[in-house]
């Protein structure tokens, strides 16, 4: 099972930056974003696969392919946000991180407005 690889990763990269975090605090900021890019890399398989389905489901519902582009771009904005946030909240600056997260809330809200819009006109269309 992946997850158990995947956990054990996290827990070893986990133990080892807490141990250099006394020593050598940039070294185990270090450690922490290797770790962090091996758990992507072994999840590599599996955004594959999800690209695969959410283009099948758009492709039988008939929905244009700026659609997918834009469903793909606020999924991978919203793992961005999320690791770099991480990264940046391990390292001792939560403030930083959390103007991270906003950033890329306000990124995805941007990306999707195209999606909201045709929203509101298939709604006002039907009434």
């Given at each position: 099972m992946d997850i158990l690889k995947?956990?054990?990763?996290?827990?070893?990269?986990?133990?080892?930056?807490?141990?250099?975090?006394?020593?050598?605090?940039?070294?185990?900021?270090?450690?922490?974003?290797?770790?962090?890019?091996?758990?992507?890399?072994?999840?590599?398989?599996?955004?594959?696969?999800?690209?695969?389905?959410i283009t099948s489901v758009i492709e039988?519902?008939?929905?244009?392919?700026?659609?997918?582009k834009s469903v793909i771009k606020i999924i991978g904005i919203g793992y961005i946000t999320e690791f770099s946030a991480g990264i940046v909240e391990d390292a001792g600056s939560k403030s930083v991180a959390e103007k991270i997260v906003m950033a890329g809330k306000v990124i995805i809200l941007i990306v999707s407005m195209p999606m909201i819009n045709a929203l509101f006109d298939l709604i006002s269309e039907l009434f």
């Open positions: 995947i956990a054990a990763v996290g827990i070893i990269t986990a133990f080892c930056s807490l141990t250099l975090k006394e020593n050598k605090s940039s070294l185990s900021i270090v450690v922490g974003l290797a770790g962090g890019c091996v758990i992507i890399f072994m999840l590599l398989d599996y955004f594959a696969d999800i690209f695969i389905n039988r519902a008939g929905i244009q392919s700026n659609v997918l």
